[in-house]
Nanobody
Framework: QVQLVESGGGLAQVGGSLRLSCAAS????????MGWFRQAPGKERAFVAA????????YYADSVKGRFTISRDNSKNTLSLQMNSLKLEDTAVYYC???????????????????WGQGTQVTVSS
């Protein structure tokens, strides 16, 4: 079972940038569709971005499109999320997630992802 560890969260100002990383434990990282989700206080977990196994397809929530970029480095077993032009409403705990091994479709529903990291806090202040 793949284990995921997020890093890179912290405090940023409105309009600033942060880069999140997710390290995966398995060498078969390239066989997992990956995604980022976030959960703000009092709200349900929400889709942020997802990426196909070979990095050819990416998907974004409308709220982050044009500001966030998801990427992966299969040689380093790493998933990243570059967040620019941060807004107050981006404040949340961000989770890295992986689908079951060997699947190809890239869903946006959290229930489709089997493996989850512990989350990293992102706080945007004015």
């Amino acid at each position: 079972q793949v284990q995921l560890v997020e890093s890179g969260g912290g405090l940023a100002q409105v309009g600033g940038s942060l880069r999140l990383s997710c390290a995966a434990s398995e060498r078969t990282f390239s066989e997992y569709v990956m995604g980022w989700f976030r959960q703000a206080p009092g709200k349900e977990r929400a889709f942020v971005a997802a990426i196909s196994r070979s990095d050819t397809r990416t998907y974004y929530a409308d709220s982050v499109k044009g500001r966030f970029t998801i990427s992966r480095d299969n040689s380093k077993n790493t998933l990243s999320l570059q967040m620019n032009s941060l807004k107050l409403e981006d404040t949340a705990v961000y989770y890295c997630a992986a689908r079951g091994r060997g699947l190809y479709s890239v869903p946006t529903e959290s229930r489709e992802y089997r493996h989850w990291g512990q989350g990293t806090q992102v706080t945007v202040s004015s």
